[in-house]
């Protein structure tokens, strides 16, 4: 590992440690940790993450738990292979990385997992609900929405699905920026994370 990235083994990378590629989406740190935070993590869980981007959840969580065994799902094959690198820059072991695209691929996965997290995949309420049928009693979903659509139909299949404690928060989150001579405070784009668990 290279020395830089030694000793993140917290939450909450520094987002410029992840490899990126042009165009693919990262959450940003403090959206992760509330996202971790909400997923309710035990050392031995199974995670899948559909649509895991540049990997900074599962980098996350394979550091935080070390046991745990997490799925990355991710249809685009270069943002796959970004996600391997992603675990390998961190040493990461317990990530596998399945090229796939959701909802088609959930019943080739380790089956029953513990915690999903949701996000990719439209429409998302028909993920949401597909993802749902797999996961067993006292298994939770954490999902985010960055505008008015997806929070609505997140809502709204939760509801549909009897999801029970429901839990939602906004992100608001300003960094200080350098602008010309400046030191200004810049808006992190304001995201939703909506969590729910199957307990009938
Ligand atoms: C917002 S990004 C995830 C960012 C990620 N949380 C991170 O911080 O690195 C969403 C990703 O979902 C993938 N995706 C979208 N729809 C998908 C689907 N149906 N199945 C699998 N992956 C999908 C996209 O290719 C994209 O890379």
């Known amino acids: 590992m290279p020395s830089q990235l030694w000793p993140y083994i917290t939450p909450g990378i520094p987002d410029d440690l992840f490899e990126r590629l042009p165009g693919i989406p990262l959450s940003k740190r403090e959206i992760r940790l509330l996202l971790i935070s909400q997923l309710r993590l035990q050392p031995n869980s199974l995670v899948w993450d559909i649509g895991a981007g540049t990997g900074t959840i599962p980098v996350e969580i394979g550091l935080l738990c070390p046991k745990a065994q997490i799925i990355a799902v991710e249809r685009d094959d270069e943002v796959a292979s970004l996600i391997r690198r992603n675990c390998d ?6 990530v596998e990385v399945v090229e796939a695209s959701a909802p088609e691929c959930l ?14 995949g439209r ?44 839990d939602v928060v906004q992100s608001s989150v300003n960094r200080l920026e350098q602008k010309g001579n400046q030191q200004i405070f810049a808006a992190v784009d304001p995201i939703f994370i909506l969590s729910g668990e199957k307990l009938d």
């Open 89 to 94: 820059r961190f040493n990461v072991k317990n």
């Open 107 to 120: 019943p080739n996965l380790p089956q029953a997992p513990h915690r999903v997290c949701i996000e990719g």
């Open 123 to 166: 429409p998302i309420k028909d993920i949401l609900k597909a993802v749902w049928q797999y996961l067993p009693l006292q298994g939770r979903v954490v999902t985010t929405a960055g505008n008015l659509e997806s929070l609505y139909a997140i809502s709204q299949g939760l509801a549909e699905l009897h999801a029970r404690n429901i």
